[in-house]
């Protein structure tokens, strides 16, 4: 019989999915010390890896997983994640933002306020270039929804290999710049690994020309100081920020009140139960069977 340990914020969610759908040979327990698995939250069970001492397999409940592949926390186990579920929702988030910004309706919300009745010029986001620097199932989400709008879209990944058809071009991370010189809008997906860190400073934003900035991958990727100074030179014109690299972002932040960011609290894609529970049965049948789990996290690389 394994052992199950639930540590998350929707905890009796996945009890009740468990229950609904009870999975052989499994069970769950409160007992740190005997669980085999766990089914949980990044952030949630980070410092508490330690208290289970039987651990073979963790399923995180997230995509993001950098809060477990910390130099300093065990990796003697099977790390995985959820892929797969995320792309539409970012897709809604970042075109969500983008349409509003394009036909101006904040202003339209302002003037509404002000019983204004001023038509402003705009332009439709077709033939507009988009830049996904990260090409997995969420840049190809984006890219298939940036298609439907008749948008170029340029990917960017560390090979330059093209994974599918969507993209118009693709070039390696080290060409990040050319990529960036034909950005309309760009939306970073990338994982936090130590190549991430800072992606976007001084010089990559250098190569921007009144460009919005999507990041909806994790907030090590952007130099903020920099990103300051970009929309400063309208290297940027406008970025929207999901992720920061301290979370919840500091009440005293300059982010907050910076009139050409927008700040939403790590809400582009979140986890639904429902669809996290379907990756974690999949996997465990995998785990019963001896076979290879989806979603394997290299500790070595951090994705």
Known sequence: MHKLAIVSRQ?????????????????????????????????????????????????????????????QLRQDYHLTNVRGCFGPLIAEYVFGQWLSHSRHFPLYSKQQQQHQWHPLPYQSIAGKTLVIIGTGSIGQQLAQVAKAF???????????????????????????????????????????????TDLFNHQTFSHCHQALLFNVGRGNAVNIADLYQALDRDQIHHAYLDVFKTEPLEQNSKLWDHPQISITPHIAAESFPAQVFEIFKLNYIKWLNNQTLNYQIDFSKGY
Not at 153 to 182: K, M, W
């Open 11 to 71: 905890q009796q969610a996945y009890e009740r999915l468990l229950a609904a759908t009870p999975l052989p040979l499994l069970e769950i327990t409160n007992d740190p010390k005997q669980a085999t698995i766990i089914l949980a939250d990044p952030p949630e069970i980070a410092a508490y890896l330690d208290d289970y001492p039987q651990l073979k397999w963790l399923q995180s409940t997230f995509a993001g997983i950098d809060a477990l592949t910390k130099p």
């Open 150 to 196: 008749h948008c170029q879209v340029i990917g960017v990944n560390r090979h330059g290999n093209s994974p599918c058809e969507l993209f118009d071009r693709i070039y390696a991370t080290a060409q990040l710049s050319q990529a960036l010189e034909q950005a309309d809008v760009i939306v970073s997906v990338v994982p936090a690994t130590s190549d991430t």
